[in-house]
């Protein structure tokens, strides 16, 4: 089984930046995807980056494009997501999350099968 273990959220004003890790742990050969959500106080959670595990392709959210790039280590079986140019609206906690089957699509919360504990980020303006 698969565990997924976040960190690096934080507190930071507008226009910095910031890294999240996702350290993967248990039978990590199984994992296709990883991905990042976040989710806002009072809003659904929602689709932030993906990327494939063997390819490396990657996928992102229109809101952070540009901005946000998502990469894998598979040496350490870690994914990150390095933030930058930080908006107070990028303000939420983020969930690692991580699907053991293959994925037609990245962008559904549901169709991940493990997650982590989240981390915050606030960014304040």
């Known amino acids: 089984q698969v565990q997924l273990v976040e960190s690096g959220g934080g507190l930071v004003q507008a226009g910095d930046s910031l890294t999240l890790s996702c350290a993967a742990s248990?039978?990590?050969?199984?994992?296709?995807?990883m991905a990042w959500f976040r989710q806002a106080p009072g809003l659904e959670r929602e689709f932030v980056a993906a990327?494939?595990?063997?390819?490396?392709?990657?996928f992102y959210a229109d809101s952070v494009k540009g901005r946000f790039t998502i990469t894998r280590d598979r040496t350490t079986d870690t994914s990150y997501l390095q933030m930058n140019s930080l908006k107070p609206e990028d303000t939420a906690v983020y969930y690692c999350a991580c699907a053991t089957q293959y994925l037609l699509t990245v962008l559904t919360a549901e169709d991940y099968n493990l997650w982590g504990q989240g981390t915050q980020v606030a960014v304040s303006s």
């Open positions: 248990g039978r990590t050969s199984s994992h296709y995807t």
């Open positions: 990327i494939r595990w063997s390819s490396g392709f990657t």
